[in-house]
């Protein structure tokens, strides 16, 4: 699938009666104080940089980081201006380094470089009340979701999809795993990352794949800013 058949496709699911209803929640929270996060123009900031001829790989996580500016539109990424990486990108990045010869922790956690080359990084929930997790639970945001996992699946071939924790894991039935990759393991959260994700090496056995499906691997070297 191209961008414009994504940009068809998004156009009409935010046509739906469910999808409207996300929308007229979130503004209904601005109107009553609340801070919501990403702020707007960074919500659909995954679909409006992401390169859909190159998808190779869907990341997922769950909602975005509740801490003030940090949430981006792209799941486990902050804006490149924090200064503290967030403890659960920490493990990611620790997980990299213990994988992939050469990687060095990078002194930021702007994700775009793994965008650059394919990656989609999906949050399942999209919008989260400041300082209160999963506060956009059960709005709706999943269903959107879901449809986009339901789409990747069906439309594309060997995509690489890593499934985090349960919450990420509970999506394993929408994805054809005929035709596509699917890794799993524990949250990189300090609560769960060395329940398995420390020593995964999915970023290896990532590469491995889609080298034998003859697509370009990724580098997932982060360059510092």
């Keep these: ?45 995954i679909f409006n940089i992401l390169n859909f001829e190159k998808l190779k790989v869907v990341i997922l996580g769950q909602d975005p980081y509740h801490g003030i500016n940090q949430a981006n539109g792209l799941a486990f990424s902050v804006m490149p201006y924090v200064k ?28 775009i470089d793994w965008v650059k080359q394919g990656i989609m990084l999906l949050n399942t929930i999209l919008t989260v009340e400041a300082n209160n997790a999963q506060s956009h639970a059960n709005i709706g945001w999943e269903i959107f979701t879901d449809n986009i996992i339901n789409v990747i699946s069906t439309y594309y071939n060997n995509i690489v999809f890593l499934l ?35 020593h995964c090496q999915h970023f290896s056995q990532t590469n491995t794949y889609l080298r034998k499906h003859y697509i370009k691997p990724i580098n997932w070297i982060i360059k510092n800013i």
């Design 164 to 198: 985090w924790g349960k919450k990420a894991q509970q999506k394993i039935y929408l994805i054809n795993q005929k035709k596509h990759l699917v890794l799993q393991t524990s949250h990189p959260s300090p609560y769960s990352y060395h329940k398995g994700f420390a």
């Design 84 to 111: 503290k990486i967030p403890p659960t990108l920490q493990n990611i990045y620790k997980a990299i380094n213990f994988d992939i010869p050469n990687f060095y922790i990078p002194n930021h956690g702007y994700l």
């Design 1 to 45: 699938m191209d961008n414009n058949t994504w940009k068809l496709f998004l156009h009409k699911e935010k046509q739906k009666k469910y999808f409207i209803k996300i929308i007229n929640k979130i503004n209904t929270d601005i109107i009553c104080g609340k801070i919501i996060y990403p702020s707007k123009q960074y919500i659909f900031h």
